[in-house]
Every structure is written in structure tokens, then in C-alpha cells.
């Protein structure tokens, strides 16, 4: 995924804390989308949505936890950063002992805040990439045969061909064939990737 | 007389304790042995702990009992120095010739549990509405003080980097200072309202009861107290005289106070988990309310900055507090004033002049 399908979600009950965030995001390209409360944002909430959530804790109505809260059930995976204010870090803390990806607390410099928005951005762009890597690795292996399921099985255990071959009862030679095989169907292109692949699968 | 489950305790008409039950050794965390001959105020905690002498001398004088045959709730203390909830029904009883009361007691922590959540809900509202400790005020205008500082700080720097780059658009720059100035108006507001508050001119002056003042607050602070494993003991004066006041403000200095007596006290050890308050008449024209604390004292390289706006030796502290408290005490004609304990803790003193006949 690109930057360019990337999305700050602002939750700020102060329009003009909203607003301000928008514009100093749009002087870095970023595209920035502002919710006035927690539940517009829950009721507006797509999984589909790509990006990071910039969430400010104290609000009135549905708190900036609560929203958290809501959106791990959800399985929301967007990043999210707390906005805290004076006397907030207990609640920040345990913010992120729930799995906030950061906080920031008010008043803060722009570059402060710019550069963790790029870090979220960035992390959330990995998992993206590397839970499409996982999927796509499902499907290679869910292609292979039942006996190139177990000989992959072997290989990425650092079994020698020999051994393999006196393991399943088959021939050297046809376990040489399977191997090439998997190796070509999982698209590895050695066996480093190999293993790294079943890693990723098992994970 | 050790099988009942209410903890029974006999004493003699000057309060020396002759009788203790098991129970009362359970409850109490007392051996029958260490209490005996010893005065029943070791048993009591709160304001009971002063009233029961008046109550006794009462009764014996006039034959006006407040609690013979009546029963009520008291605050009662544990050997640990905890208090605690107990209904008690008290009997007079003569045997031997003598007269003796009989106190029964049934501890109650239970039942008020659910009732104190109740009683802490209204009093929050109240805090809310009218109550509001100077710390939490400033800490609710920091947080709104924030906002518009944030959005400016957000706008001013977009902006600058906008420009920059070369790529501004004017118009959009032109809107962002529009909203820095509209911003910069919104704080000037904020601070204008912090400043109406603690101004002399806005202070609603009435003839007022200290005592009374006291008894008003004294439930919020004694569980503020309760909930930090901390007794407060407050005493009043007779007769006080009438002193000229903003109620709502005094009693503010007066929670703001406790409060601080409380945070100084939350490392403190079981026994020293102790805060007194006293009200009592210091000058002829004077009345004063000291609140004493057994807490780590004030460190001396910052005695001479305790009362600055700002200045505070709590994490999360504002550093408002005892400014405020300051400028309530002097618009009073009043004064703040502390001083450490030659043993330990502080005391600080709200000295307010009284009401000129």
C-alpha cells in the first residue's frame, strides 16, 4: 500500500484542535479525515479504513479509551496515538498497555507529533504488507500436494535429502523432484525464503 | 456476656472502660487486657473522639441523653489506628452501686460500604458543581487553556512550513491567521474567567458560622480522608464568633487545604496516617482554622515558593492551589500561613478576621 491511500482519522471534541490538525497535516500531504466524538467515529468506522487514528483521550461522551476499547473488539488494526492533556499519563499509560501504538502529550511540537503520525503510518504499513505476504504464502502452500506438504515440512526442518527420502520410504530422486517443486510453487527462491515463509505461515 | 455478636463495652461514669467483650476484642483489635481502665476516646475516631467527654458531662448534669436508648452511628478506631463504621446503642445501667454505661456496638463497614459509593456519587456532583477544589479548577482551565494553544501551535507551524516549502497558497495561510487570531482571543477569554474568579469585587460576602461552614464540608473531607486509610479529627471551638465571608470560598481553602493534608500523608506510615483540623478563636477579632497534618513537612529551599502560581511539588500537580488559597485569604482581609511541626508535618493556618458589630 502507498501513502497516498493513507488516512489520518482525527477524534477531537475542540473544532478548532480538529481543524488545525487537518491543516498541519495538509502542509505535510497527508489527507486528514476529523470526527467531533468518539461515537461519530465508532458509527463512521469501516475495517476497510487505512492509516492511523490521532485520538484524544478526555472527551466529553465516549472517552478516548472507550473508543479504543470499541475498536479492538472491532479488530481495528489502525495504529493509534493519544493526545493527552495536563495530569492525563496514568490514563495514557494504560492506554498503552492496551495496545496504543504511542501518545503525545498537549501542548506538543508539530515535528513531535508529524514524525510519530509517519512512524504509525509506517508500522501499520508493515503489518499491511506483511499480513498480505501471509495470506498470499497461505494460498502458494495450500497448491502443494500432501507429499510436497511433507517434504516442505522436512526441508524447512534442515533435513537432508537422504534422510527425507529414508523417512517417507521414497526414492532420493523423487524427493529431489518434490523439492524442486515446492520450491517453485511457494515462489522461494531459496531456502532461507523457505523458511522464512513457513515462519510467517505458522505465525 | 462474650457470646454476643454485638462487641459490648462497659465504662464507668468518667469513661474508663471495665468491660470488653470478645467481640469487641475482634472489632476493636484490642485485648480486653490493654484497654482496661483506659479512656473510651482510645475507641472513638472523628469528631466523636472530642464530643463523647461533652456527651458524658451532658448527661450527667442534665440527665439529657443524646444517645441513651436511641443508638446511632459513631466512627469508631481500631488498634491499626483505621476507623470504621459502628451502630451504637448505649444503656445506662447501676450495679454495685455505681453507675455504668453499657455501649453496644455493631460494625457497619459493610452495609455503609454501599451507602458511602451512594454518598461519594452526590458528593462528586457536588464537587462538580460548586465544590470544585482550586486544584481541579486549574487543572480543568489548563486542559481548556490547551486547546486553543494547541490549535495555534498547530496553524503557526503548518504555515511556516507551507511557506517554505514554496508551495503556499495564500488563501489558505490567510484563513490559518484568522484562526490563530480567533484562537489567541479564545485564551485571553479563559484566562479573563480565571482571573474573574479569585477577583475581591466577585466575592459574595455574608455573615457566616464557622462551625457551621465545618459541618458542611466535614462528610466530603472525612471520606476523602477514609478512602487514603487516613482519620481526621476535627475539633470546633464554642461559641466562635461570626467572621464575614464568601462561604463557597472559605470552604474551598478549607477542602483545598485538607486535600493537600491528605497528599502529603499518602507515603506516610499507619500511625502517623493522621489529620487534624482546628477551629478556634485566635485573637479577640479573630478566628483561625489550623490544619495539621504528619506528613513530610516543607522541605526549606521551597518555603519561600509554596504559594507561587504554578509551583508544585506533585507529579500532577498545577501549582494553583495554595495560590488561590492565598488570594481568597488576602481579599478576606484574611491570611494563609504554614509552619512545620517541631516533630512532624506542617500546619497551615487560615487566619480570617471576624465580624465587626
Known sequence: MSDAESIVYIVDDDEAVRDSLCFLLKSVGIAGNAFSSGNEFLEAYDLGWQGCILLDIRMPGVSGMEVQRQLSERNCALPIIFITGHGDIPMAVEAMHLGAFDFIQKPFHDQELLDRIQQALATYRETQDELALKKEVQERYEKLTPREKEVMEAVVRGHANKVIAMDLELSQRTVEIHRARVMEKMQARSLASLVKFSLLRNS | ?357
Not at chain 2, 478506631?77 to 454495685?96: K, T, Y
Open chain 2, 1 to 357: 456476656m462474650n457470646a454476643f455478636i454485638e462487641a459490648i463495652i462497659v465504662i464507668s461514669a468518667d469513661g474508663k472502660i471495665e468491660r470488653f467483650n470478645t467481640t469487641a476484642e475482634k472489632m476493636f483489635g484490642y485485648k480486653a487486657e490493654d484497654v482496661m481502665g483506659k479512656d473510651i476516646n482510645i475507641l472513638m475516631a472523628g469528631p466523636d473522639h472530642y464530643r463523647h467527654d461533652n456527651y458524658v458531662e451532658r448527661y450527667l448534669e442534665t440527665g439529657k441523653a443524646k444517645i441513651i436508648g436511641i443508638g446511632r452511628e459513631v466512627q469508631a478506631l481500631r488498634s491499626d489506628g483505621s476507623a470504621f463504621i459502628a451502630h451504637l446503642a448505649v444503656g445506662e445501667v447501676g450495679w454495685e452501686g455505681r453507675r455504668r454505661f453499657v455501649g453496644m456496638l455493631r460494625d457497619l463497614t459493610d452495609t455503609k460500604a454501599a451507602e458511602e459509593r451512594k454518598l461519594r456519587q452526590h458528593q462528586e456532583m457536588i464537587n462538580a458543581s460548586r465544590l470544585t477544589t482550586m486544584g481541579e479548577m486549574a487543572a480543568a482551565m489548563a486542559h481548556e487553556l490547551n486547546q486553543p494553544l494547541a490549535a495555534i501551535s498547530n496553524y503557526a507551524s503548518a504555515s511556516l512550513r507551507m511557506m517554505k516549502s514554496g508551495d503556499e497558497n495564500l488563501e489558505d495561510i490567510e484563513t490559518a491567521l484568522q484562526h490563530i487570531d480567533a484562537q489567541a482571543h479564545r485564551a485571553g477569554e479563559i484566562i479573563r474567567r480565571l482571573r474573574d474568579f479569585v477577583r475581591p469585587e466577585n466575592i459574595s460576602l455574608e455573615v457566616i458560622n464557622v462551625a457551621a461552614v465545618i459541618d458542611e464540608i466535614s462528610p466530603l473531607a472525612e471520606l476523602d480522608a477514609r478512602a487514603n486509610n487516613i482519620t481526621l479529627r476535627i475539633s470546633v471551638a464554642d461559641n466562635l464568633p461570626e467572621i464575614v465571608a464568601d462561604q463557597l470560598q472559605i470552604q474551598q481553602i478549607i477542602l483545598n487545604l485538607l486535600r493537600n493534608g491528605v497528599d502529603a500523608m499518602k507515603d506516610a506510615d499507619p500511625e502517623n496516617r493522621k489529620l487534624r483540623m482546628k477551629a478556634y478563636c485566635s485573637a479577640p477579632d479573630e478566628v483561625r482554622i489550623d490544619i495539621i497534618d504528619r506528613g513530610q513537612g516543607v522541605p526549606e529551599d521551597i518555603k519561600e515558593n509554596l504559594f507561587d502560581p504554578f509551583f508544585s511539588t506533585k507529579s500532577d500537580g498545577m501549582g494553583m492551589g495554595l495560590a488561590i488559597c492565598q488570594t481568597i485569604a488576602k481579599a478576606h482581609s484574611g491570611r494563609l500561613s504554614f509552619l512545620n511541626n517541631p516533630k512532624i508535618g506542617t500546619t497551615f493556618s487560615i487566619s480570617l478576621p471576624t465580624k465587626v458589630d
